[in-house]
């Protein structure tokens, strides 16, 4: 019946547009054509929009899993091309990080920096090719800050994702399979699409076409702002099938604010581990209510368990929204700004109880040190691993080092003999009893083993201090 109703508001939007054209062509003029100021509409947007989308080409390692399990992570050389958008006129661009993890070199390719006047020739120049650096990149969220050295350019600006609706129109830019300055059209499929099951990550879900090398390139509303940057397809042939995603930009404004500010992205949490309630769940445990969001844990001295919550409560909002299921509560947690405090109004037994509590910054994930090596200068051959010294920097991304020395496993070399033992993101502080304060000082003192000597390592894992025995080959 649905669609019956909308065949027939078609067959009527078309047949008054015809009507409206023969009684304009009858008076001695032609009225505006619906479709051709929607075509002009999109003409102008597209042209005004490509001038700050831009093609990222970068050149580096990257990790690559050598089994599912992800137990062995291995460098290869890899030269990939995706897009990026240009967000603050000082040349400032946000792209994928799976565009540029790894990298030793990332250049970016400019638009054309000018409106295309009509009457030009079709083939339009482009802008000059220039080196960029990395700000900062953030491996959860997928998203990577450039800078190059360059004023006054074009940008665009980021919209609000939590105003999108399913069927909304979009555009695509990007520069799919190296096509450079190309636009592609479509709707919003879902504005809330999450594809683990565990990842609090939401992904706008379009059939707007995305092929590789769209990556980092922005999804844009019809008043020509950036509602997602363009992540990801699902396919069977490699190339689009209509189900693309974007990473929201309301995610997107949060993690490049960080990476301009302080180069990595803090992350918050409250120390629960929260369960989507099912009518079976609730029927079992007697809750209020068979939907919502309930505690299944609550974390020994966590900020949660602090505050007084307890499992068994039924979360009924999260600073006055309603919590209708797990993700959601996840999603809003991981956005919340480290230090701040929510407030949690949960249901416990017959009581409606408010708690105030203060987000903390969640464990990052070990294997980001890895795109900050460099092979030939980080590799440590005689333990088949890659390691970073502890800097500045280094010790930021890690507060509560128990020692204050030491060298940062960022990842395994092709081969390495220890897969099993050592894992990215432990630190090594010693060998047998020698302090080791940098990659030239670990070298030096496994060199004065022989093979088939024992070797023991004292590397800290997870705030414990352990003793590894390894035999070198």
Request: overall charge negative.
């Amino acid at each position: 019946m649905q669609l019956l109703n909308l065949s027939l508001v078609v067959l009527l939007f078309f047949a008054g547009l015809a009507q409206a054209q023969e009684t304009g062509k009858a008076a001695g003029h032609t009225p505006p054509d619906a479709l051709h100021e929607l075509s002009a509409s999109l003409e102008s947007l597209s042209q005004h929009a490509g001038r700050a989308v831009v093609q990222v080409f970068s050149t580096g390692f990257v990790l690559n899993d050598e089994d599912e399990s992800g137990e062995t992570a291995l460098l290869t050389r890899q030269k990939s091309t995706g897009s990026g958008v240009i967000f603050r006129a000082d040349g400032y661009i946000v792209t994928n990080a799976h565009v540029v993890k790894g990298s030793r070199q990332v250049q970016v390719q400019l638009g054309e920096l000018r409106e295309h006047a009509s009457g030009h020739s079709v083939m339009r120049a482009s802008g000059p090719k220039l080196e960029a650096k990395i700000v900062g990149i953030d491996r959860d969220s997928d998203l990577a800050v450039l800078k190059i050295d360059r004023t006054d350019l074009p940008v665009l600006e980021f919209g609000d994702s939590e105003q999108l609706r399913q069927g909304q129109l979009v555009l695509a830019f990007g520069n799919p399979l190296g096509l450079s300055n190309s636009v592609t059209m479509g709707v919003v499929s879902s504005t809330g699409r999450q594809i683990k099951t565990d990842d609090p990550m939401l992904y706008i879900q379009t059939d707007a076409p995305i092929n590789p090398g769209n990556s980092g390139g922005p999804l844009l509303d019809a008043d020509g702002r950036v509602v997602g940057i363009n992540t990801f397809i699902i396919s069977q042939s490699g190339g689009s099938e209509g189900i693309g995603f974007a990473i929201p930009s309301n995610v997107v404004r949060t993690v490049v604010e960080q990476l301009c500010k302080e180069g990595h992205v803090h992350r918050g949490q409250i120390g629960v581990y929260a369960q989507t309630i099912t009518p079976a769940l609730a029927a079992g445990l007697d809750l209020p209510k068979d939907w919502g969001v309930v505690l299944g844990d609550v974390e020994p001295d966590s900020p949660a368990d602090k505050a007084g919550l307890k499992p068994g409560d039924v979360v009924l909002s999260l600073d006055g929204r309603v919590m209708e299921n797990a993700r959601q509560l996840a999603v809003h947690l991981y956005r919340k700004p480290v230090g701040e405090t929510v407030a949690l109004e949960v249901q416990r037994g017959a009581e409606k109880l408010t708690f105030k509590v203060k987000v903390i910054e969640r464990q990052d994930d070990p294997q980001r040190f890895a795109d900050m090596v460099d092979p030939e200068k980080n590799i440590v051959n005689r333990l088949g691993i890659l390691c970073i010294e502890i800097n500045q920097q280094v010790a930021q991304m890690l507060p509560d080092l128990r020692k204050p020395y030491g060298v940062v496993v960022a990842a395994r070399a092709a081969g390495s003999p220890y897969s099993t033992e050592l894992n990215p993101g432990d630190v090594i502080h010693a060998v047998d009893s020698e302090p080791i304060t940098s990659v030239a000082a670990l070298r030096a003192a496994l060199d004065k083993h022989k093979p088939g000597d024992p070797t023991i390592l004292q590397i800290e894992r997870d705030g414990r201090l352990m003793y590894l025995d390894l035999e070198q080959e």
